[in-house]
């Protein structure tokens, strides 16, 4: 089972999200997202929000598709996204797919992709991956990982989360690494590309933020 999650960040952002679907798949709305689902022909199993980015003729629209919701007032201590992630999360799926939450506002993208990494501070290796019409992106922790080409997402960045990622090696890649220590703030794993089919990453210690991106 997987569980995708729509947010209500811009529309011109959105991949086609049947791409991203399967028969058995669980559509969770978060506030203007909900309305966006419905737009798009599914409906959700779940809403969370304030949906005080909605207008009423919308939330009518809304309350009248959806069977369960779970509405909270706008002043709250986590965030919509955090909300629907937590709940996600107890479901025990195979992946959670995140979409709607990049674009507009820098401070809920960022939320966004922190709130990624409580599930791994946690000892939780859940498969969480947040996507857009130009990017994928995805938080690991210590391991040795496969990761196949794709055409539509060229380039491969390796972005540490923590103040130090140990060991990371980088194996089928255009620029490999051996066992290389990263900081907080390098650059050195930006903009890398497979040269075959498939590669592999690896390391040790820490936190790394995989982005899969095209121009």
């Not at 992106?137 to 794709?150: D, N, T, V």
Request: glycine share 8%; hydrophobic share 40%; charged share 25%.
């Amino acid at each position: 089972m997987n569980i995708n999650i729509l947010a209500g960040g811009p529309e011109e952002l959105l991949p086609n999200l049947n791409e991203y679907s399967s028969e058995n798949d669980i559509w969770v709305g978060v506030d203007r997202g909900v309305y966006t689902l419905i737009n798009k022909n599914i409906t959700p199993e779940i809403a969370f929000g304030d949906f005080d980015s909605v207008s009423k003729e919308e939330l009518l629209v809304i309350e009248g598709k959806v069977k369960e919701m779970k509405r909270f007032k706008p002043e709250k201590n986590e965030t919509d996204m955090e909300l629907a992630l937590n709940w996600a999360i107890k479901q025990e799926p195979d992946l959670i797919q995140i979409f709607g939450a990049t674009g507009g506002r820098l401070d809920h993208l960022l939320a966004n992709v922190h709130l990624m990494v409580n599930p791994l501070m946690k000892g939780n290796k859940l498969n969480i991956v947040l996507i857009d019409n130009q990017n994928i992106l995805a938080l690991k922790g210590p391991g040795s990982y496969k990761i196949e080409k794709r055409v539509d997402k060229k380039y491969i960045s390796f972005v540490p989360l923590t103040l130090n990622v140990e060991g990371l090696t980088l194996e089928g890649f255009k620029y490999p690494l051996i066992k290389r220590h990263i900081s907080i703030g390098s650059t050195l794993c930006i903009s890398n590309e497979l040269i075959s089919d498939n590669g592999t990453f690896s390391f040790s210690e820490g936190i790394l933020l995989v982005i899969r991106s095209n121009d």
